[in-house]
């Protein structure tokens, strides 16, 4: 039997009689619906807004290591299912189920890291210039976070604002991506079950436009506080402009045009171990995905010979089997890809045989039909830095290959994008590896390792089209789900006047 859901606003099913219907499927069988999901109006999200806000104010009352007990119950929820939630995010995403559980893990990471946090929740104590006066901070919620989240990482990513955003003593409010409702409901659940009070966290089932509205209407009665968004740098410049007209400052995860650097040192065969890892998991939907390969002149064609063949050789099919990739995420994705095929001149070269869909015809590898979107991977030769292959991101099994001839002239081309959030280089010399970090304009830097797989406790954001400089992950997210508060006490009996009363020696 499908699942029905809806939206959960102060812990009950916000059951609507007009709401229109939506259909997530299993991208490896199309015809397969894995959840039919209400989609709430323009009035929902704002409406959840003000019950998060009521229930806020109780919640940051409780002390932050009690909070920290409740997230620490998360995990344990969250590594008690871990199998279930896995398998429910590789059939409702397709993502191969090694990579799920992976992305599971992510979740547990991240609560293990957190739970602590609440017992560390520091402020300082600050010298003051005048005697007998003790001045302090303090770290305070910021209030309701609202939360918007993209389906490739339907799970660990919005964990990485929830979990946080919880233990820092806000309320939530989630808006997934329509097409992981199914995942969405499911870590909903989980969290709900560990024992967070009704509305401290509610989850918003809504099309983009009817949460826009919402959002600018809670922004507007002043319910939310903070807006954390992941998805592409189109959307996020809107939700950017939203925020700055009520003067807020949103935490951005956007897109990234990802490079990779391959110096004529490098071990080529872990290079092209990285570059098939992060052009090709998750069918290059990740944020993190790698979008161009920058390889010496020098080992160019050694480099490409070596990686055409490994891709040539990945399988790609069931998600539920040992494959390189599955489908891609959603029909969207799946025409963009074909259009981004487009984009491809008579004077680049693919090395890496068929393009376009996979078909009964065409078969590669795992691939088992059944109205499944998969579509075959692409390495693209001889892209040049003003294509549109090199400057824009795919998302998506494309990944394009430039060469160039000295380091500054790599670092140069790793940034023309303009994007910001991931880069690897591949070297065996030190100084090569600490120039480029020097020179790149990522938020995040790989040696010997590819642009994906970042861990839980390090920061992870981007700048430039790639987000606003807001970092999660680690102690540097506390900064996006609290704000500094500021206490001066004074027990000298007098009134001491700041820049007046400076006490003489
Ligand atoms: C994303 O695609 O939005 O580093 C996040 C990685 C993953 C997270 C990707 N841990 O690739």
Redesign the pocket.
Known sequence: MTRQIVSVVGGKAAEDANATTYDSVNPARTAETVARVQLAGDAAFAWACSVAAAAQREWARVPAPVRGRVIASIGRLVEANAEALARLVTEEIGKPYAEALGEVR?IVDTCDFFLGEGRRMYGQTVPSEMPDKNLFTFRVPVGVAAVIT?G??PVA?PSWYLVPALLCGNAVVWKPAEYASASAHALYRLFAAAGLPDGVLNVVFADGASTYAGLDLALAEGTVQKVGF?GSTAVGREIGQLCGRYLQSPCL?LGGKNPMVVMPDADLDLAVEGALFSGFGTAGQ???SLGTVLVHRSVHDEFVGRYARAVREATVGDPAGDVLYGPMLDHRFAERYEDYLGWIQPHHTVVTGPTGRITGENPRGGFDGEGGLYYHPVVVDGVRSRDRLFLEETFGPIVGVTSFGSLDEAIELANRPGYGLSSSIYTTDPKAAFRFRAGIGAGMVSVNNST???EAHLPFGGNGKSGNGSRQSGIWVLDQFTRWQAMNWDYSGRLQKAQMDVAEI
Do not use: H, I, L
Request: charged share 25%; proline share 0%; net charge negative.
């Open positions: 992510e993209a490739n990482f990513v992941t995860e990740r944020c993190t994906s797989g970042a």
